[in-house]
């Protein structure tokens, strides 16, 4: 028996991985926003990182691009509504001043 994979099944089995990878991307990418307000409903300070889950799979770029959109652009609309404070400075975010206002409608149901 030949245990040699062919170059077309390596390059299905590389696309399949591109494809999950991209799925979980678009997924954390969506949920940000709910994922910081959600951490911050148990803790006092978090860092200003991607939240993540264990079986979410992404790439350097992938990776890249979610830190960037976090510090550019989900961070900064929730602290513009007064639900997250950034310190950019530090890297961390705490609660806002109407923190407790928005949590109801930010919540979907994906908690962890």
Known sequence: MD??????????EMSKQADSSR???LTVLREQQQRVVTALETEEKIDATPIIW?????SCEEYVTLV?????VHLLELQTTG????NR???TVIRG???????PLLKRGDDR
């Open 68 to 72: 960037y959109e976090l510090h550019h």
């Open 3 to 12: 245990a040699r994979i062919s170059r077309s099944e390596v390059r299905l």
């Open 83 to 86: 639900v997250i404070e950034f």
């Open 23 to 25: 799925g979980d991307f």
């Open 54 to 58: 264990d079986e979410e799979v992404l």
């Open 89 to 91: 400075h530090e890297e």
């Open 97 to 103: 001043l109407r923190f407790h206002e928005a949590r």
